[in-house]
């Protein structure tokens, strides 16, 4: 009953925003530890909207640059396949 079984092919392959917003929670979770220790940090898109945004354009300017090779969307295939 979870949702990524139940809409399997909404992630098939890993959308970029997906994978933007995963960047985006990893990103939080190192400052949480920025000082040595940890402090708790709320994910709201107040504080990381444009840490979003950064990651998604990003991510599609690799797609753009390495369209020919079509390594983004082999990145993503694997994520999902590697992901169930």
Known sequence: SDE?????????PMPI???ALTLTA???CI????QGVKEDIKFTAIAYASVY?????S???FDERTAPYKLF???CDNLHDVAW
């Open 31 to 34: 400052d949480e530890w920025m």
């Open 53 to 57: 945004n950064n990651h998604l354009n």
């Open 26 to 28: 990893i990103e939080c």
């Open 73 to 75: 969307e082999r990145i």
């Open 4 to 12: 990524g079984i139940v809409y399997n092919k909404f992630f098939n």
């Open 59 to 61: 991510l599609q300017r």
């Open 17 to 19: 925003k997906v994978i």
